[in-house]
């Protein structure tokens, strides 16, 4: 049996807190741009913190889990 949270959630959150997809903070001009289909490295690592809090919020602090077989 095999814990699928783990990729689902990862996978989830890399496409929705991808830089400059739905958001990008901070943003090339502005503190936040939105759908700018642009990066830099300070929103690079700001998404990367975002994404490390959510994924370990969600997956132990949640106890989240989706079982296969």
């Known amino acids: ?3 699928w949270a783990p ?3 990862g996978v989830v959150l890399f496409v929705l807190l991808s830089p400059g997809l739905l958001f990008e903070l901070p943003g090339t ?3 936040m741009d939105f759908g700018s289909f642009r990066t830099n490295g300070k929103a690079i ?3 990367t ?3 490390f809090a959510a994924f370990t919020i ?3 602090a949640l106890h989240l889990h989706i079982n296969t077989g």
Request: aromatic share 12%; no cysteine; proline share 6%.
């Open 7 to 9: 990729v689902v959630v």
């Open 1 to 3: 049996m095999a814990d």
């Open 58 to 60: 969600i997956i132990l």
């Open 49 to 51: 913190l975002i994404f």
């Open 29 to 31: 001009h502005r503190p």
């Open 45 to 47: 690592f700001i998404h």
